[in-house]
C-alpha cells in the first residue's frame, strides 16, 4: 500500500490490540513513533533516550516499556502522550526482557553476567537477581506468572526458576544453545532453536521436561505457532526455506521455498496465514496455514510473494 518514512531504521512495531494505532521503535535515537492505522500516517514521536534496545507493550495495554540497556533505564511509557511516565534504574547489560502476565514483575537477561534479575514495576525497584551461569540467554514467563525461563547458552540448558523467589527448581539439558523461544498458543508447549544442532527442542514447561528435540531443517531459527491447526513453522536462514511441522503428531508437514534469508515469521490472528520476512530478499512471503494440512508431499505451496523493501525485520497484523 505505501512507506511510511521514519527518520532512523525501525527495529520494532506494536500494534496495540484495542486501539487503531501501531508503535514502532527506531533504536538509532531512542525514539518512539505513533503510527495512525486510519491515516499511515505517524501522528506523533518522542525521543526517550540516546539509544534504545527494545520496546514492549504492558500485558495490561496501558502503556508501553522502552528497555535503554546502554543507560541503564527501563522508562514506562504513556500511550497517549509518549512522555515518559516512571523510569526504573536497571542493572548493566540488559539483553533481553519480559513482563510477568499475572503480577507486576518484568525479568531482564543480564547476558555476559550471567544473571537475570527481576524488577518490581511497583516499587520500580529490582527485587533480586540470580546468578545461572557464565551466560544468560532468552527469558520468559509462564502464562500463570508463577515460574522463569531463562536460556543458558554457554551450559546449552533452559533453568526454570521460581518466579517469586528466584529460586532455582530445575536446570534441563538441551542438545542446543537456546537462542529462540516460541510458545504454543495455549503456553502448554515451548519450542526452542540455536546453534548446534539442526533441530527445535520440544519443553513442556509446567512439567519441568524436555519432550525431545525435532528435526527442523538446516539452521532452524525464528519461529511461530499456529492454532487449529496446530503447526510450528521454523525458519531456515541458510536454505531459503520454512519448515512446517505438526504439532500433534510432531512430524515435518511440508517445507516451502520463501526467499533469501528467512528472519521472523509471523501468524495472522485468524490463524490463516503465516507470514515470513526474507531479510535477504526484501519480501514477505504469504503461507497459506490450511494448505498444510493432509498433504501428501512435503512440498508445501506457498500462496504469494510481496514486495516489501530491504531488510525487513519485524511485522504485526493489525486491522484498518
Given amino acids: 500500500m505505501r512507506h511510511i518514512r521514519l527518520d532512523a531504521n525501525p527495529t520494532a512495531v506494536i500494534a496495540h490490540p484495542d486501539r487503531p494505532q501501531v508503535f514502532a521503535l527506531t533504536p538509532a535515537n531512542g525514539a518512539i513513533h505513533r503510527i495512525d492505522l486510519g491515516t499511515l500516517n505517524v501522528e506523533a514521536k518522542r ?57 507486576p514483575f518484568a525479568v531482564l537477561s543480564l547476558g555476559e553476567s550471567g544473571r537475570a534479575a527481576v524488577i518490581d514495576l511497583r516499587t520500580r525497584r529490582v527485587a533480586y537477581q540470580t546468578q545461572l551461569g557464565p551466560e544468560a540467554g532468552p527469558v520468559k514467563y509462564l502464562k500463570n506468572g508463577r515460574l522463569l525461563l531463562v536460556g543458558s547458552p554457554a551450559e546449552q540448558s533452559l533453568v526454570v526458576l521460581e518466579a517469586e523467589s528466584g529460586r532455582r527448581v530445575v536446570e534441563l539439558p538441551l542438545s542446543l544453545k537456546p537462542e529462540r523461544f516460541c510458545f504454543k498458543q495455549d503456553g502448554g508447549q515451548l519450542f526452542v532453536t540455536g546453534p548446534g544442532q539442526d533441530a527445535v527442542a520440544v519443553v513442556y514447561p509446567y512439567q519441568t521436561q524436555v519432550a525431545g528435540t ?61 507470514l515470513v520476512l526474507n531479510r535477504g530478499s526484501g519480501d514477505m512471503a504469504v503461507i497459506r496455514v490450511d494448505a498444510m494440512a493432509g498433504r501428501r508431499t512435503k512440498a508445501g505451496p506457498l500462496f504469494t510473494m510481496i514486495p516489501v523493501g530491504s531488510t525487513p525485520v519485524a511485522a504485526v497484523v493489525a486491522s484498518i
Avoid: Y
Fill in 47 to 103: 525521543v526517550l533516550a540516546r539509544t534504545a534496545t527494545t520496546v514492549r507493550l504492558s500485558p495490561q495495554g496501558d502503556c508501553l516499556w522502552l528497555l535503554a540497556a546502554p543507560e541503564r533505564k527501563l522508562i514506562r511509557v504513556n500511550l497517549d502522550t509518549l512522555n515518559p511516565e516512571a523510569i526504573v534504574a536497571i542493572p548493566e547489560g540488559a539483553t533481553d526482557i519480559d513482563f510477568s502476565p499475572a503480577t
Fill in 214 to 274: 525435532l528435526l527442523a531443517g538446516h539452521a532452524p531459527g525464528a519461529m511461530a505457532a499456529s492454532a487449529n491447526p496446530d503447526f510450528l513453522f521454523v525458519a531456515n536462514r541458510d536454505s531459503g526455506e520454512v519448515t512446517a511441522l505438526d504439532i500433534q503428531t510432531q512430524k515435518v508437514r511440508a517445507v516451502v521455498p520463501v526467499g533469501s534469508v528467512p528472519d521472523f515469521i509471523a501468524i495472522t490472528p485468524d490463524n490463516n496465514f503465516a
